[in-house]
């Protein structure tokens, strides 16, 4: 066993090493970093459902409540798209076009030959000088897919990129403001990198006036965080030595799991800003979003961002956006606007940097085998309200509950109100008039499901009419037993059906409201979401809730 001196100088260098790693963090806290805004191209990317008219303007609006200011609103090409029409829409209305920008070619092709049209203007700046655009993003590949530099050597790839910058001052505004976007740098830093070197430096050395605002360059997803950090801090150095102070973008794609880390590594490592939408969605697995990326440097103490952006409108927008391409919510587990993001799992302790405070929400507390007592009556208290029921010794049952299912192999959630509701019956409580309220009330989503409570109600409709002629929801406990219980139970008047309707009936009027039974079948569908049919509902309602709940004891 090491001795007190050995453990204490391991102590002394574990802290040396960890404070030296972590010191890269300090550029975070204090970056001022510029956002150049990619929802409204990148999210419909790939995606099985285009951008309509309607869905642009609402994602420009989601945007613009995030308090971005620079925006990209199109990718022209020879075909008349959507953008187009959009792009008079938006300059229609009189919007400050200083922040919008758009995509253009360096070349209108190259074709069999690779070699670049140097002398036909661009389709991306002919349409952006018709719809009145002058902010541009010029696409540059320097890798040897595209052209044979054999053919068209460097010197001339420069002299191209200048002309058409002067061709922007001159034919769409004096003021315009143009990126160069290194698109391919992937595939040229591994073999030509002086290839991009050269570009940094003859850009940087340029007059003040055509100078780029800024460089781009995007990673798909295949580098190390640190090889893409590398490239940003050369292309950082030269722009440095020749004491241009341009913006450095980087864009992440996302591929094995690294995007947030590689976009952040790149902003330790020189680049000042992003070109991101607000969510992921993008092209193949998408990319790095901005809302991500900009509460990284909120947790960290950044407080730039905070004073520049509207940072706690980020996560509604995220999820709206997402909503608007996929037509679904993002996926629970998505950090920062995921359903789950905001969970308590473990305890009840906030972390330092608490994201539900932050964004002014409810933390959900996630209710598993690891919740504690105290976990389960918070989540109780949150979805029924105040009980005298609600006791640690019920919480405890229900959690021993939660475990013997684990055991049992039955597999269930415990999250939703009605699993939640199901394990405190189980467990011992009864179920009320108000749990019975709220999981009546939410409406059952699925089609299929909706169907089958359906059928059944349909049943439970007959047995009603029958009784007085009309219909008032209640079924006496007889013509309870006869439409739905007989196959589970023996007999009308035996002890067993007498708990079981009496676990059924919450409010003790002597009769079953068709709410109070609905409140087993909508826990079904939810539980055990393939039930192909009514009448294995019914089954699953019966064995695995009703029945269970009534083993407990008269309630």
Request: aromatic letters at 10%.
């Amino acid at each position: 066993m090491a001795c007190a001196e050995e453990i204490q100088a391991l102590v002394k260098s574990y802290r040396g090493d960890l404070e030296n790693d972590l010191a890269k963090y300090e550029r975070l806290r204090d970056l001022d970093i510029f956002v150049l805004d990619n929802s409204i191209r990148e999210s419909t990317v790939g995606q099985l459902r285009a951008h309509t008219l309607e869905s642009k303007w609402d994602l420009y609006n989601e945007v613009k409540k995030c308090n971005y200011k620079d925006i990209i609103v199109a990718s022209f090409s020879h075909m008349t798209r959507v953008d187009d029409v959009w792009m008079k829409q938006l300059v229609d209305t009189g919007v400050d076009r200083c922040g919008l920008w758009a995509f253009s070619e360096i070349t209108e092709g190259a074709g069999a030959s690779k070699v670049p049209d140097t002398e036909t203007v661009p389709v991306g700046l002919r349409k952006m000088k018709d719809a009145g655009l002058w902010n541009v993003i010029f696409e540059v590949d320097l890798s040897d897919v595209i052209y044979d530099f054999d053919k068209f050597p460097m010197e001339k790839m420069l002299q191209l990129i200048k002309k058409w910058l002067v061709w922007c001052h001159t034919n769409l505004h004096h003021d315009s403001k143009v990126c160069v976007s290194f698109r391919d740098l992937a595939e040229t830093m591994p073999d030509h990198p002086d290839r991009v070197f050269m570009t940094v430096d003859f850009l940087a050395k340029l007059p003040a006036n055509i100078r780029p605002y800024g460089l781009m360059y995007e990673e798909p997803g295949k580098t190390m965080p640190e090889e893409c950090g590398n490239w940003a801090k050369y292309i950082r150095a030269i722009m440095n030595n020749n004491n241009w102070k341009a913006h450095l973008l980087v864009h992440v794609h996302e591929k094995y799991g690294y995007c947030d880390a590689t976009a952040l590594q790149c902003l330790m490592d020189g680049a000042n800003g992003i070109w991101a939408s607000l969510c992921i969605e993008g092209a193949s697995m998408g990319a790095a979003s901005s809302t991500v990326t900009l509460m990284n440097l909120v947790r960290m103490g950044n407080k730039k961002v905070l004073k520049k952006f509207n940072c706690s409108y980020l996560r509604k927008a995220a999820i709206k956006i997402t909503q608007i391409t996929t037509g679904i919510d993002p996926h629970i587990k998505q950090p920062i606007y995921g359903a789950r993001a905001l969970d308590f799992v473990f305890n009840l302790t906030k972390d330092e940097f608490d994201l539900a405070t932050f964004f002014g929400e409810h933390a959900p507390v996630r209710i598993t085998t690891l919740s504690s007592p105290e976990m389960i009556l918070k989540r109780m208290t949150y979805l029924f309200g105040q009980d005298p029921q609600f006791t640690v010794e019920i919480a405890r049952n229900m959690k021993e509950k939660m475990l013997e299912d684990l055991k049992s192999n039955r597999k269930e959630e415990y999250m939703s109100e009605s699993g939640l509701a199901i394990l405190f019956d189980r467990a011992g409580g009864k179920l009320s008039e108000r749990m019975r309220d709220v999981i009546t009330q939410k409406k059952e989503q699925d089609p299929h499901h909706q169907r089958l409570i359906a059928e059944i109600r349909k049943t439970w409709n007959c047995w009603d009419l029958n009784e007085e002629g009309k219909r008032d929801n209640m079924l006496q406990y007889d013509s309870f037993y006869n439409g739905f219980m007989a196959p589970y139970f023996g007999c009308y008047r035996c002890s067993d059906t007498k708990r079981a309707l009496k676990a059924i009936d919450m409010d003790a009027d002597g009769q079953v409201d068709w709410t109070e039974f609905c409140v087993y079948l909508k826990w079904a569908v939810a539980q055990y979401p393939n039930v192909k049919n009514s009448e294995e509902l019914l089954e699953i309602a019966f064995r695995k809730g009703i029945i269970p709940a009534m083993r407990d004891g008269t309630k």
